[in-house]
Structures are given as structure tokens and as C-alpha cells.
């Protein structure tokens, strides 16, 4: 069974940092790009961050671009995203995402909130 566990969401104050983690159990993972995603209230899903399947290629969106850093362990199955410098406009949920030619999978999300 195929699952993706994301943790490290919660409330944060602005300017504050947080790291999510997304565990993945029950396919390869390391042969899997992995990416997160974010969803705000009233907002289409948007892509933050990609990381090749050996680390070594890593793209993010503008707006978290010098702030986020995605990595990844593929000893442990898990894919990180540090974020620093967190404002506002950055809450919402973020999603972990795995892919592999057509095979697509993705996990429950997290609440981020960033508020005084």
C-alpha cells in the first residue's frame, strides 16, 4: 500500500522557520521525484518545490525562491522542506508529491500558518 506521510506543519510566527517532512512507504522511492505543493483557502494549488531523484536537481517557485530548501534521504524514504523566513502569504496546506513515468501519488497535507 502506497502512502505518503506529511508532519512538521503547525503555527508560526512570522519571520520563524519550519521543516516538513514526507515520509513514502510501499513503492521505490528513490526512483521517484518528489515535489510539494501548497493550497491556500480560495487558491488553486501551486507548485513550491522539486527535487530530482538523487538530490542533486532541485527547482522552486518565485515566491519562496532563497527562503525554502527541498532535500532528500533516500535512505529513510522521506523528502524535507525547510522553510525560512516564513510570512503570511505563506499559509496553507502543503501537499507531498511523488512521481514516476505515469505513476503519481500524493499525500494528506499539513497546515502551515504563519500569524502574530
Known amino acids: 500500500q502506497v502512502q505518503l506521510v506529511e508532519s512538521g506543519g503547525g503555527l508560526v510566527q512570522p519571520g520563524g522557520s519550519l521543516r516538513l517532512s514526507c515520509a513514502g512507504s510501499g513503492f521505490t522511492f528513490s526512483s521517484y521525484t518528489m515535489r510539494w505543493y ?9 507548485l513550491v518545490a522539486h527535487i530530482g531523484t538523487n ?4 527547482s522552486y517557485a ?7 530548501t527541498i532535500s532528500r534521504d533516500n535512505a529513510k524514504n522521506t523528502v524535507y522542506l525547510q522553510m525560512n523566513s ?7 496546506v502543503y501537499y507531498c508529491f511523488a512521481r514516476y513515468w505515469h505513476y503519481d501519488y500524493w499525500g494528506q497535507g499539513t497546515q502551515v500558518t504563519v500569524s502574530s
Do not use: I, Y
Not at 501548497?38 to 501551486?46: F, I, L, S
Not at 518565485?62 to 525554502?68: L, P, W
Open 55 to 58: 538530490g542533486g536537481s532541485t
Open 62 to 68: 518565485d515566491s519562496v525562491k532563497g527562503r525554502f
Open 38 to 46: 501548497r493550497q491556500a483557502p480560495g487558491k488553486e494549488r501551486e
Open 86 to 92: 516564513l510570512k503570511p502569504d505563506d499559509t496553507a
